[in-house]
Protein backbone atom coordinates (compact mmCIF):
# COMPACT_ATOMS: atom_id res chain seq x y z
CA UNK A 1 0.00 0.00 0.00
CA UNK A 2 0.97 3.11 -0.63
CA UNK A 3 2.02 5.58 1.99
CA UNK A 4 2.98 9.67 2.29
CA UNK A 5 6.19 10.69 4.02
CA UNK A 6 7.32 14.29 4.43
CA UNK A 7 11.19 15.02 4.53
CA UNK A 8 11.81 17.21 7.43
CA UNK A 9 15.00 18.41 6.47
CA UNK A 10 12.85 19.61 3.56
CA UNK A 11 10.55 20.96 4.73
CA UNK A 12 10.10 24.63 5.45
CA UNK A 13 6.75 24.69 6.84
CA UNK A 14 5.13 26.68 3.62
CA UNK A 15 1.75 24.83 4.27
CA UNK A 16 0.54 23.86 1.10
CA UNK A 17 0.27 19.95 2.11
CA UNK A 18 -1.74 21.39 5.68
CA UNK A 19 -4.09 23.75 3.76
CA UNK A 20 -4.33 21.02 0.91
CA UNK A 21 -5.02 17.92 2.79
CA UNK A 22 -5.51 18.74 6.31
CA UNK A 23 -6.63 14.89 7.29
CA UNK A 24 -3.20 14.07 6.35
CA UNK A 25 -0.84 16.53 7.47
CA UNK A 26 -0.90 18.77 10.42
CA UNK A 27 2.12 21.26 12.04
CA UNK A 28 4.60 19.72 14.34
CA UNK A 29 5.89 21.61 17.03
CA UNK A 30 8.35 23.22 14.66
CA UNK A 31 6.09 25.01 12.16
CA UNK A 32 6.87 22.44 9.94
CA UNK A 33 4.34 19.64 8.19
CA UNK A 34 4.28 16.13 9.33
CA UNK A 35 2.00 12.85 8.60
CA UNK A 36 -1.08 12.47 10.56
CA UNK A 37 -2.54 10.18 8.37
CA UNK A 38 -0.18 8.10 5.84
CA UNK A 39 -3.09 6.86 3.96
CA UNK A 40 -2.30 8.23 0.32
CA UNK A 41 -5.66 9.63 -0.98
CA UNK A 42 -6.34 12.38 -3.95
CA UNK A 43 -5.68 15.19 -1.58
CA UNK A 44 -2.79 13.71 -0.15
CA UNK A 45 -1.31 13.51 -3.76
CA UNK A 46 -2.41 17.16 -4.36
CA UNK A 47 -0.56 18.49 -1.77
CA UNK A 48 2.57 16.72 -2.72
CA UNK A 49 2.55 18.04 -6.26
CA UNK A 50 2.03 21.34 -4.83
CA UNK A 51 4.69 21.56 -2.31
CA UNK A 52 7.42 23.96 -2.93
CA UNK A 53 10.30 22.40 -2.28
CA UNK A 54 9.30 18.57 -2.80
CA UNK A 55 9.59 17.50 0.86
CA UNK A 56 6.57 14.82 0.49
CA UNK A 57 7.12 11.50 -1.11
CA UNK A 58 4.60 8.69 -1.83
CA UNK A 59 6.02 5.56 -2.25
CA UNK A 60 5.45 1.73 -0.64
CA UNK A 61 5.99 1.23 2.71
CA UNK A 62 8.83 -1.22 3.61
CA UNK A 63 9.52 -3.25 6.66
CA UNK A 64 12.35 -3.48 7.82
CA UNK A 65 14.06 -6.72 7.94
CA UNK A 66 15.03 -8.33 11.29
CA UNK A 67 18.52 -9.69 12.28
CA UNK A 68 18.36 -12.87 13.39
Not at 15 to 30: H, L, Q
Not at 51 to 68: H, N
Amino acid sequence: MEKVRVDDTRCIGYGACVGIAPETYDFNEDGLSEVINPVLTEEAKAACEACPVEAISIGEEVEEEKEA
